[in-house]
């Protein structure tokens, strides 16, 4: 069982900045590509950002992309994103996951494990 503990969320102003972290002390971090999805009050969980599992390939969903930035560092069995620009709309409970397949990272299904959240609100 892989746990993953996100950290870094919080209140900030439209247009601000703020860097999420999850973390692991799984040996293993290193073989599960990474994603980050998000789930506003009362809509779906959506994609957010995904890497790959050297970091090399990186994912995107349209709505971030350009803002948001997702890395990995695999000796501290950690992921990143760093969300700049933030705007109202990005208020969710952001959360991060591992997959330990292959396949369309945009898909929550393809994720084995998940963190238990961290909220960000952007105020206008």
């Known amino acids: 069982q892989v746990q993953l503990v996100e950290s870094g969320g919080g209140l900030v102003q439209a247009g601000g900045s703020l860097r999420l972290s999850c973390a692991t002390s799984?040996?293993?971090?290193?073989?599960?590509?990474m994603g980050w999805f998000r789930q506003a009050p009362g809509k779906e969980r959506e994609f957010v950002a995904a890497?790959?599992?050297?970091?090399?390939?990186?994912y995107y969903a349209d709505s971030v992309k350009g803002r948001f930035t997702i890395s990995r560092d695999n000796a501290k069995n950690t992921v990143y994103l760093q969300m700049n620009s933030l705007k109202p709309e990005d208020t969710a409970d952001y959360y991060c996951?591992?997959?330990?397949?292959?396949?369309?990272?945009?898909?929550?299904?393809?994720?084995?494990?998940w963190g238990q959240g961290t909220q960000v609100t952007v105020s206008s």
């Open positions: 996951a591992a997959s330990g397949r292959g396949g369309n990272y945009y898909h929550a299904s393809r994720y084995d494990y």
């Open positions: 890497i790959s599992v050297i970091g090399g390939t990186t």
């Open positions: 799984e040996r293993t971090f290193s073989r599960y590509a």
